[in-house]
């Protein structure tokens, strides 16, 4: 097939899955109907009714599914590599991360208790014994977006079924196949069938989900327009979102240029800037410009690009043309705004070139809303005061980076900085599966991370005993 084509296409209830390098098939695999969701939804809801699986027994199944993922972990990387963006080192990380993130909502499912209530610290409640126990929120809808198609979706399912809520899977139509295979592993594992479930479909199935009275939690990672909607529908339900927004970076007179330049390179270029903590704008200390532009350059220039399944290859495709076609425009707009184009710039087919602008006013739109690609671009402060300035007026985010070896502007910088985390001297891209993650704002609501998520999926559930 052409190159030019979009990564899926839906033929008579079947869904061809293309490889965004190339536009080569896949594979195909069934749409789910209305019926399909009507029985997930009912089978769901009957899982929720049964007595929980007790701990130890879902934390071994967890603790299983893990060590699949980690046995399997080439076969692993070699899907996400194929069926999404990523390069085959990149599919690897990610793959290792999705077994860790699997072994901690393993160590979570253990860790689930309660509390006491001191009821006699009222009059009323003298004679009185309370306490509380953890228990699943309700049916948990999770859609997944198709840049890390196993670990965020490791994140949907792991911590679900650590508290024992059944979860129904919707991945991104266009990488359908790394969470068939974990939901097999669930299964092989000895995960009951109703209590993870996976259907295939675009927007109208997710839309049929999330408006349905039956699921009390929606986890939804995504674009903001689709976090928008899902929040106009969903009803009185609970809500994970997770939004993304625009990575900031800011680079102080004092920072370890080398340093700097390797993280920031990193961040805006991963995954091809489909990232939602992609470093797309990066402020500078203009006695450090010359010299951090340089070292970017130089980094950009040595990057390979070809085939994602080749070792060499440092950085994939878009997912399909009308990603590319959009970030190609967004580079046009720039430049006609005024951008100095440093490096890149130019797209073909579905593959973009890593790009680095410059010059563009604190207002235009790639500083202030997600490029979601590989572009970012560098301005210039003259001392650390305006530095905080425009870190404090940056928009919503979830990370924002800062490199410097000042610990009062580090601390100043963490209570100014528009994002729900602060990464100092690493990329805003720097994550590990355990710590707190999501955005402020528009850029999301709540948080993942493995113990995050298995609080955001329960509630407390009270005893009041009377003597």
Not at 73 to 88: D, F, N, P, R, S
Not at 123 to 134: D, E, L, N
Not at 294 to 320: C, F, H, Y
Request: aromatic letters at 2%; a negative charge.
């Amino acid at each position: 097939m052409r190159s030019d084509m979009v990564s899926v296409l839906a033929v008579d209830d079947m869904l061809t899955v293309l490889n965004p390098d190339d536009g080569s098939v896949v594979g195909e695999v069934p749409l789910s109907s209305a019926a399909d969701a009507e029985r997930a939804l009912s089978a769901g809801m009957a899982a929720l009714r049964r007595p929980l699986l007790p701990a130890h027994e879902r934390a071994r199944i967890l603790n299983d599914v893990a060590d699949r993922v980690a046995r399997d972990q080439e076969a692993h990387a070699v899907l996400i590599a194929t069926e999404g963006v990523k390069t085959i080192h990149e599919a690897r990380g990610e793959a290792l991360r999705a077994a860790e993130t699997l072994r901690l909502s393993a160590q979570e499912a253990k860790r689930l208790a309660g509390g006491t209530v001191a009821m006699d610290q009222a009059p009323s409640g003298a004679g009185r014994t309370g306490w509380w126990v953890c228990r699943p929120a309700g049916l948990v809808v999770a859609i997944t977006p198709y840049n890390d198609p196993l670990n965020l979706v490791a994140h949907k399912l792991g911590p679900a079924f650590a508290v024992g809520a059944p979860v129904i899977l919707k991945p991104h139509p266009q990488t359908p196949y790394s969470a068939l295979r974990l939901v097999e592993h669930f299964h092989a594992a000895g995960a009951p069938a109703d209590m993870i479930q996976i259907l295939i479909g675009g927007g109208d199935l997710g839309d049929r989900l999330v408006v349905d009275s039956r699921p009390r939690v929606i986890s939804f990672t995504g674009g903001r327009q689709a976090g928008g909607a899902i929040a106009r529908r969903a009803g009185i339900k609970r809500l994970a979102l997770e939004l993304g927004g625009v990575g900031t970076v800011a680079v102080a007179a004092d920072a370890d240029l080398d340093r700097a330049a390797a993280c920031i390179h990193s961040g805006a270029f991963w995954a091809a800037g489909q990232n939602c903590v992609h470093a797309q704008r990066i402020i500078v200390d203009d006695r450090m410009a010359g010299p951090l532009t340089e070292r970017l350059i130089a980094l950009t220039k040595a990057m390979s690009l070809g085939p994602k399944l080749d070792d060499a290859t440092d950085m994939g495709p878009m997912v399909d043309k009308a990603a590319a076609t959009r970030v190609a425009a967004a580079i046009a707009d720039a430049r006609q705004a005024g951008a100095r184009l440093l490096i890149g710039g130019e797209a073909h087919g579905t593959h973009v070139q890593p790009t680095w602008l410059a010059g563009l006013s604190t207002d235009h739109p790639l500083m202030t809303h997600e490029i979601f690609g590989p572009v970012a671009t560098l301005e210039t402060v003259p001392d650390d005061a305006a530095l905080l300035d425009r870190l404090g007026g940056a928009a919503d985010a979830i990370h924002a980076g800062l490199f410097t070896g000042s610990l009062g502007l580090t601390m100043a910088a963490h209570e100014r900085v528009n994002a729900a985390a602060l990464i100092v001297n690493d990329s805003t891209d720097f994550r590990i599966d355990a710590m707190p993650f999501g955005g402020i704002g528009a850029a999301g609501l709540g948080r993942e991370g493995v113990a995050d998520a298995v609080s955001e999926l329960t509630e407390k559930k009270l005893m009041v005993l009377r003597a």
